[in-house]
């Protein structure tokens, strides 16, 4: 496996925790996976006011980044995949790689490069030591804003990795109760997956997540921005249960 981004290898320590110890000797039957899991999705939430235009290819949208220090979303990323991975296939190993907010985080497609995965010096250490055979790597997807409603999609823009889409204007109506009005505040998991083989590098597959939870202004004349619908607390919950959600619906396919 190629190495790079060298530069910034100071700024990645890295902790490794094995998973399921007590399938430990089935993860040494002949076939079996170890699998290592990195996530560089956490550092940040992404808050995006949707510009009241249409018709252009250009991002007029506001974005405000919210970072996340404690990197509570990719331990959450990290948890979920290796729970999906382990449910999925009996007695694989899994070793989560820990990686501290950094500009790693902003640059991870810097890691797939063709049809092999690039990694820092260290990351291919942890994963010597793991002694993985397969790597799965989530990083942030950039993609436009698709917001499937009942009967359409919407979303103006661009999305990129873990956040909240704001719309103070698009009109909605509530199918269950009639209630209509205008805003609506999403959350967003825009990740994505990558598979590879851990001796060579080699990608086995790609997988791109786009999964979005909608939360209407409708029914709700007391709120005045979409964004103030829900806590600080809900709003890291709501966004966590889809992340975990997503990743448990998707990491079967991946690595099967």
């Given amino acids: 496996m190629r190495t790079a981004?060298?530069?910034?290898q100071s700024l990645i320590t890295l902790c490794?925790?094995?998973?399921?110890?007590?399938?430990?000797?089935?993860?040494?039957a002949a076939g079996?996976?170890?699998?290592?899991?990195?996530?560089?999705?956490?550092?940040?939430?992404?808050?995006?006011?949707?510009?009241a235009v249409t018709g252009s290819n250009l991002d007029r949208n506001r974005h405000r980044e919210?970072?996340?220090s404690t990197g509570s979303l990719d331990s959450a990323a990290l948890a979920a995949t290796g729970r999906a991975i382990e449910q999925a296939q009996r007695g694989a190993q899994?070793?989560?790689?820990?990686?501290?907010?950094?500009?790693?985080?902003?640059?991870?497609?810097?890691?797939?490069?063709?049809?092999?995965?690039?990694?820092?010096?260290?990351l291919v250490n942890a994963l010597d030591q793991a002694a993985a055979t397969h790597v799965v790597l989530l990083t942030k997807l950039?993609?436009?804003?698709?917001?499937?409603?009942r009967d359409s999609a919407v979303g103006v823009g661009q999305l990129q990795g873990l956040g909240y889409y704001v719309d103070r204007n698009i009109g909605i109506r509530t199918v269950e109760t009639g209630n209509t009005g205008d805003g609506m505040l999403v959350a967003y998991a825009y990740v994505q997956l990558t598979l590879a083989?851990?001796?060579?590098?080699?990608?086995?597959?790609?997988q791109a997540v786009r999964a979005t939870q909608v939360h209407p202004v409708a029914g709700k004349p007391e709120t005045s921005d979409p964004w103030d619908l829900l806590?600080?607390?809900?709003?890291?919950?709501r966004l966590r249960r889809l992340l975990e959600g997503q990743l448990a619906r998707e990491i079967p396919t991946l690595i099967s």
């Fill in 32 to 51: 079996a996976r170890r699998y290592a899991v990195i996530s560089l999705l956490g550092d940040q939430i992404t808050l995006v006011y949707a510009a």
């Fill in 16 to 28: 490794a925790a094995a998973l399921g110890a007590g399938s430990a000797n089935a993860a040494k």
């Fill in 94 to 122: 899994v070793s989560l790689l820990a990686v501290p907010p950094s500009a790693a985080h902003q640059q991870g497609e810097r890691f797939v490069q063709g049809n092999e995965i690039s990694l820092p010096d260290g």
């Fill in 197 to 206: 083989d851990a001796k060579t590098g080699q990608v086995l597959r790609r």
């Fill in 231 to 237: 806590d600080a607390p809900q709003k890291a919950e």
């Fill in 66 to 68: 919210l970072p996340d």
């Fill in 5 to 8: 981004l060298n530069r910034r």
């Fill in 142 to 149: 950039r993609a436009p804003a698709h917001i499937p409603l």
